[in-house]
């Protein structure tokens, strides 16, 4: 069984900051990519960040340089910085991994947690 469980998640004014964190347990060999992903009420999901196991990023275009994704492999937790904040950003933030269990890979997600921006 894995499980990704997801923290920091809240309400904020635009122009403040977050740092969401998610943390994987379980039994696996380890995790290849892990990333962010949000869906606003009445959209549907979308990438935020990516990031490799060798810390290559990937951001979508509406938040380069706003926010940051890091992980730590030994704690085999990833992050997301969200600086400058906007009420665009506002959604439940799902955190991603896949995971190499032993007969293979699969992805696997938290339960969400909300971010709000207030104008």
């Known amino acids: 069984q894995v499980q990704l469980v997801e923290s920091g998640g809240g309400l904020v004014q635009a122009g403040g900051s977050l740092r969401l964190s998610c943390a994987a347990s379980?039994?696996?060999?380890?995790?290849?990519?892990m990333g962010w992903y949000r869906q606003a009420p009445g959209k549907q999901r979308e990438l935020v960040a990516t990031?490799?196991?060798?810390?290559?990023?990937n951001y979508a275009d509406s938040v380069k340089g706003r926010f940051a994704i890091s992980r730590d492999n030994s704690q085999k937790t990833v992050y997301l910085q969200m600086n400058s904040l906007k009420p665009g950003d506002t959604g439940v933030y799902y955190c991603?991994?896949?995971?190499?269990?032993?007969?293979?890979?699969?992805?696997?997600w938290g339960q969400g947690t909300q971010v709000t921006v207030s104008s």
């Open positions: 991603n991994a896949n995971v190499k269990r032993g007969w293979g890979l699969r992805a696997y």
């Open positions: 379980g039994s696996f060999l380890g995790i290849n990519d």
């Open positions: 990031i490799t196991s060798g810390g290559s990023t």
